[in-house]
């Protein structure tokens, strides 16, 4: 347990408890809504951003964070104004930011070192000024949630009946939407872009097993999480390979053991 006497082992910790946290609330929404495929479109979008913050010497999160952004308001604006369907608009969406990711990334001088930790993630560089920021975005997002949480839940499972209520529907999806956009963005050091969808959308799937109320779910998911992820963290220093690669092997075998375990209890 000498690991944890580390810095940078005690930031990892913290880090993946707090992405936890708002990945079990933002994930919830994506499998409630069904958007598990925008998302990973956002995610691929960010490329293009980190392409060219390298490019043009900027902070490639911070340019991330401008094209998933502008990818998320694009796909919904795309599909509420244009009437183009939206799995076509993220399919350009998820082309586009890709192409222009590796357009500038081979534009741009010298080696990128840092490519490899943002696509397939290092959890063990977050520093104290990502949990810092993180944390900002998870105390906006729970206070969004307490606000807002009946319109969010009654907007998730059916838009049309909100609609006829005067809900804000537009308001709201937009809002989510940009909150699943930071979200991404800021978790793409955490696990990468590659195996970001995981964290979103495989603990709501055990939690779907064995609850369908919006709440319950939300807590469920954020508990396998954190505890999937703390288990990864400490598998990967034990055998030495990347973290991110064991908490997402770690959050399929609780999927496998859950659906088990349920079937057992069925019989």
Request: net charge positive; aromatic share 12%.
């Amino acid at each position: 347990m000498e690991i944890l006497s580390y810095t940078f082992f005690q930031n990892a910790l913290l880090g993946v408890l707090m992405v936890s946290i708002a990945a079990g609330i933002i994930g919830t929404y994506v499998v409630s809504r069904r958007m598990v495929f925008i998302t990973g479109g956002i995610t691929h979008a960010c490329f293009g951003g980190l392409g060219l913050g390298f490019y043009l010497g900027f902070n490639p999160i911070a340019m991330a964070a401008v094209f998933a952004i502008a990818a998320a308001t694009g796909v919904e604006w795309m599909a509420t104004k244009q009437n183009v369907r939206q799995d076509s608009a993220i399919g350009v969406i998820w082309a586009l930011g890709m192409a222009l990711g590796t357009f500038f990334i081979f534009l741009s001088p010298g080696y990128v070192p840092e490519l490899t930790s943002f696509l397939f993630g290092n959890v063990l560089t977050i520093t104290a000024t990502d949990i810092c920021l993180f944390a900002a975005y998870l105390v906006v997002l729970l206070a969004f949630f307490a606000i807002f949480y009946p319109q969010i839940v009654l907007c998730a499972f059916d838009r049309d009946f909100a609609a006829t209520r005067r809900l804000s529907v537009g308001i709201i999806n937009l809002a989510m939407t940009i909150m699943i956009a930071i979200c991404i963005v800021l978790t793409i050091r955490l696990i990468g872009i590659m195996l970001l969808l995981s964290l979103l959308t495989v603990p709501q799937m055990i939690a779907e097993l064995f609850t369908i109320r919006f709440k319950t779910m939300m807590i469920i998911s954020a508990g396998v999480s954190m505890i999937c992820s703390v288990l990864g963290i400490f598998c990967s220093y034990w055998i030495a390979v990347p973290a991110s690669a064991t908490i997402v092997l770690t959050l399929v075998a609780a999927y496998a053991i859950a659906r088990i375990a349920r079937k057992i209890k069925a019989l």
